[in-house]
């Protein structure tokens, strides 16, 4: 599949646009800056001995298939905005953690709703959002040759956006969940915060979650 990735530059974005080209998917990684974007490309392409092109995020929205959003919560909002045109009809699986920095350690929500409830009502009913991957650090993600210790919940109302993001999600080698409608992104994105927090607490590069009794 041809996989956009919004701020790709970014932490989270490097190490799910390495795993997934590795997977063999197609990566375009995305940027406010088309040189920054094709610098981190040639970054992916050296790692995992294949190409990966770079772009502005528009670009990399309207030439992918799929679009992953990679960037802060404070920028979510206006890159949304930016791009509703071209993520109309598209599968966009939203990753944000609504955090308030410096408190990063404390749940911070969008009153009554959740960063991925707020997307998929900025772009409308085409946009086809999904909220996962909020549990899983860059850290461990940017190690592909190492397994990773943490479930994925995914969420949204659209059933078979959902259960591509499952299919993708495990081609980065994890094991992924059908989590419910995306009102349920509220209890997804209110936990990350609880990690960072056990991060600290008990000096881990990256806590995760797993799921018992699922079979
Ligand atoms: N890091 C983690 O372990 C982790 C885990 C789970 C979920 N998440 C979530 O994943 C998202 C990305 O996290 P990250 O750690 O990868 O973030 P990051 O490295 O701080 O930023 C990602 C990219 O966002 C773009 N960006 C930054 N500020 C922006 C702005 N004001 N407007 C538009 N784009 C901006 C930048 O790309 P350009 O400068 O190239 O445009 C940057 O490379 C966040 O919402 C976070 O909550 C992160």
Redesign the pocket.
Known sequence: MRIGVI????????GLGLRWRLAGHEVLV????AE??RA?AAELTQLSGRPVTGGT?EWAAREAELVV????????A??LEGLRGALAGKVVID?????RPPQVRVVHLPPGSS?AQEAQALLGPEARVVGA???????H?AEPGEPVECDVLVCSDDQAALDLALTLIKDLGLTAYDAGPLANAVALESL?PVLLHLNKKYKSP?AGIRFTGLG
């Open positions: 701020g790709g530059t970014g932490r989270e974005g490097h995305g940027s406010r800056d920054k974007a981190k995020n959003l990679c960037v802060p919560y404070s920028a979510h206006a890159t990753i944000t953690v609504p955090l960063a991957l909020h549990h899983v650090s860059s850290s993600l990350t990256g």
